[in-house]
């Protein structure tokens, strides 16, 4: 550990050199370092409590700009929110590979056994806003940011791997054409901004693939005890691509060393206090050693059938020091990836690939990638320019390719996956894959009988709501029959149990 952390101070000195050499005045500017008060733009301050007015007890005047900058300074301290996974926080630490896999990819982080790479780890709840409840019932997010580059390495070491999952291994939806809905749904009323857990169970009973999420939703690990104790997923397949061009398909999970821990319901604190009180988000944040172990890869989903191959090693050591630039600002997307490391067909990927950055030049801007956490830690040369915040020290004439007057070329081509694809119609179709209850059906038999009924009492509640008769409950009962045909029954003796205990307010499950 002591190695590591040595390693990641030698990291950040590169880069404080770095912006020292470039930029002495915009050092003071971003480390807010004088010794006394100030204007934003260095002027100094001796009324940081006292308006200028005409006379002591007189209207204010407009050229007290001091107050008027620490007014508008405060407007805009907010950047929107992200629309999903708006809570969450992060910490720092290295990935270790314990494995070998380099015939499987020449992905410079596998490249041997002990190589290290830094990595900032955001955990997040998917549907609450920035201030709301952590122990909601909820898929929680685990994205892993690869610092895979550096200023020596060569064009194939790639530079920013984004594995951008959650704590369950597997989606709602197969098509990212239904992922706003899918959001809509989970997301409070547009009428009154609640939660009513209807909306949710309206949706998902258009979708019999919900099924095998809903195994893990509404078992008991539908509400991890704190981001120490939870799985991760990559959710997706991906590819890995040898230095030959052989792909293979994989998925990645991360396993806790501490293991698995859930809140029950009777843990969770009273729907009454809303909003977190600091002890409990504290406690939540307040996390650093090791967390997490092992990070695993199989090939190809259903799990079962491809057993898992250890490949490496996370280990969070370093809280964040500022929210608002390490977690608020911290920006992922499952597009970032390296050379040996390729995507794959699945349609709910292929939307993420883009919506994400697309969010994050919405929320943080175009030039998100200066913000010190995103930075690529390996030389960029992209066609980018301009823009707003823009501090790079771009020079010289040539911003376009080709040119007579530059000798920047493009790399040699590196092995990428280029296995045919179709020849294909262009279509707009489902997809046609109906095996959507026998997993789910598997996972649900495999709780004791405690664990199943919780299960069941949570469906139950949810269904309770008088919102869901008809149609809705039909739909689940139909899906609920395909999982287990001993589940229909038992969740409409939940249903009637909820119901006579608190009528039509029912509040268990719901996004
Ligand atoms: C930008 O780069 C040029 C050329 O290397 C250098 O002369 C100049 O001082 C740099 N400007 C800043 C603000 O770093
Ligand atoms: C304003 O701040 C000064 C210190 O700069 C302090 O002496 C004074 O009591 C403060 N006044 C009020 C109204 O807070
Ligand atoms: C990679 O090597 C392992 C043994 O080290 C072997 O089991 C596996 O089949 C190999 N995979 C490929 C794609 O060659
Ligand atoms: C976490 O991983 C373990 C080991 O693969 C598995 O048994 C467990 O079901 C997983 N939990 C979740 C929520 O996926
Ligand atoms: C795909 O790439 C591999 C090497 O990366 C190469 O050997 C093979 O010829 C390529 N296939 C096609 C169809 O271009
Ligand atoms: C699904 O689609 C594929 C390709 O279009 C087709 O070959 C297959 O028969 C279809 N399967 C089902 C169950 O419809």
């Not at 003071?28 to 009324?47: E, I």
């Not at 823009?387 to 080709?402: C, K, R, S």
């Not at 590196?414 to 997809?431: C, E, H, K, M």
């Not at 664990?451 to 008769?469: E, H, W």
């Amino acid at each position: 550990m002591i190695t590591m952390l040595a390693r990641i101070l030698a990291v950040c000195a590169i880069l404080q050199i770095a912006i020292a050499q470039n930029s002495d005045p915009l050092d003071d500017v971003l480390t807010n370092n004088a010794a006394y008060f100030t204007t934003n733009f260095g002027q100094p301050v001796f009324s940081e409590n006292r308006s200028l007015t005409v006379g002591p007890r007189g209207p204010v005047l407009l050229e007290d700009y001091e107050i008027q900058e620490k007014l508008f300074s405060l407007n805009r301290e907010r950047i929107p929110e992200r629309v999903v996974h708006a809570r969450g926080t992060a910490a720092k630490g290295y990935f270790e590979v314990t494995d070998d896999i380099t015939n499987l990819t020449y992905a410079s982080i596998f490249s041997s056994i002990g190589k290290q790479t830094p990595v900032i780890v955001r955990f997040s709840i998917v549907s609450v806003s920035t201030g709301g409840p952590e122990w909601i019932r909820d898929p929680r997010g685990f994205a892993v940011k690869f610092y895979a580059g550096s200023p020596q390495g060569g064009p194939t070491q790639g530079c920013i791997w984004d594995l951008v999952g959650n704590n369950l291994p597997v989606f709602f939806i197969r098509d990212g054409a239904q992922f706003a809905d899918l959001i809509h749904a989970a997301k409070p009323s547009p009428v009154n901004s609640l939660s009513p857990g209807w909306r949710f169970a309206d949706f998902l009973s258009w979708h019999p693939e919900s099924m095998n999420v809903v195994s893990y939703l509404f078992d008991d690990v539908g509400i991890p005890a704190d981001y120490r104790h939870i799985n991760g997923s990559s959710v997706h397949t991906y590819s890995l691509i040898s230095g030959s061009g052989k792909v293979t398909f994989v998925k990645f999970h991360w396993l806790p060393t501490l293991g698995e821990k859930s809140l029950l319901d009777q843990d969770i604190p009273s729907l009454v206090s809303k909003f977190p009180n600091g002890d409990f988000a504290t406690t939540q944040r307040a996390f650093c050693g090791v967390i997490g172990e092992f990070g695993w890869v199989a090939q190809i989903w259903p799990e079962d059938q491809f057993p898992m191959k250890r490949v490496g090693k996370l280990t969070l050591n370093q809280n964040i020091a500022n929210y608002f630039n390490e977690a608020e600002q911290l920006a992922f997307s499952p597009s970032h990836i390296l050379p040996g490391i390729g995507f794959t067909d699945d349609k709910l990927l292929q939307w993420r690939l883009v919506s994400y950055d697309d969010t994050q030049r919405y929320r943080i801007g175009p030039n998100f990638r200066f913000v010190e956490v995103n930075r690529p830690r390996c030389p960029v040369h992209s066609s980018a320019q301009n823009g707003p915040l823009n501090i790079a020290n771009q020079t010289g004439e040539i911003n376009y390719f080709p040119s007579q007057f530059s000798n920047q070329e493009p790399v040699a081509q590196f092995p990428y996956d280029n296995s045919t694809v179709g020849p294909g119609l262009r279509v707009r179709t489902i997809i046609n894959k109906t095996d959507d209850f026998a997993q789910a059906g598997d996972r649900y038999r495999s709780f004791d009988s405690a664990r199943k009924a919780r299960f069941v009492t949570r469906i139950g509640g949810m269904l309770s709501d008088p919102m869901n008769a008809g149609g809705i409950t039909s739909r689940w009962m139909s899906y609920l029959q395909q999982m287990d045909s001993s589940l229909p029954n038992q969740v409409q003796n939940a249903i009637n149990t909820a119901k006579a205990a608190m009528g039509s307010s029912a509040i268990a499950g719901g996004g």
